[in-house]
């Protein structure tokens, strides 16, 4: 599976759009972009996934370049419940074909 | 609607004793993946199973085994337990389809005293 890149850390205000970047540019053209978030200690949120076209659900937009070698999760009005870890993941899937492999992901800091 | 369970929440075992964790995957889901996250650190990958096979694996110890039951279940066994296995155990659960999501439990909390 593609290696990704991400920020270490992010800031934003509550209620504001968050935008978290994400490299890969290794990926291949059979392999999904999946981002998952993890609020402390618990487990693994799936947020969002997408293969080339933009993506929308109630938590979350999935933009990704036409490319394929980069990709932005945006949380439209952040809230301070988003604070959490949030995983750029590229995977062929999600079944017993593929694995979900966690890099590191980005701290996000929702302030009021 | 129901989710990933994992038994037990909480645990603390000494040194080179063993331990048994489980993993009652969602209805109807055929796949289930075990994860180890350490103090601080990102979760690890450990192994996954597809219809009661071993389907891939991680970076998991030689004193670790697991297994996948005929109710899709599944038990992550640890043994001569180290220090350093003080961590928490996730465990995902997918349907077959490739293009879906995975859904995790609360996790296992194991303390090695």
């Known amino acids: 599976d593609a290696k990704t890149t991400q920020p270490p850390s992010m800031d934003c205000a509550e209620g504001r759009a968050a935008n978290l970047p994400c490299n890969h540019s290794?990926?291949?053209?059979?392999?999904?972009v999946y981002w998952y978030r993890q609020i402390h200690s618990q487990g693994p949120q799936y947020i969002i996934h997408?293969?080339?076209n933009n993506e929308t659900n109630e938590m979350a937009s999935l933009i990704i370049t036409e490319d394929r070698k980069s990709s932005t999760l945006i949380l439209p009005h952040a809230t301070l419940r988003d604070t959490a870890v949030y995983y750029c993941?590229?995977?062929?899937?999600?079944?017993?074909?593929?694995?979900?492999?966690f890099g590191k992901g980005t701290m996000l800091l929702v302030s009021p | 609607a129901a989710g990933v369970i994992q038994s037990p929440r909480h645990l603390i075992k000494e040194k080179r004793e063993t331990a048994t964790l489980k993993c009652y995957p969602i209805p109807r889901h055929d796949t289930v993946y075990w994860y180890q996250q350490g103090p601080g650190q990102d979760p690890q990958f450990l192994i996954s199973f597809y219809e009661k096979m071993q389907s891939d694996k991680g970076s998991i110890p030689d004193r670790f085994s697991a297994q996948q039951f005929s109710d899709y279940h599944s038990e992550l066994n640890m043994s001569s337990l180290e220090l350093g296995d003080s961590a928490l155990y996730f465990c995902a659960s997918s349907p077959t389809n490739v293009n879906t999501e995975a859904f995790f439990g609360q996790g296992t909390r194991l303390t090695v005293v």
């Open positions: 997408g293969l080339k």
């Open positions: 290794t990926i291949s053209g059979n392999e999904y």
């Open positions: 993941i590229v995977s062929r899937g999600n079944s017993g074909y593929s694995t979900l492999t």
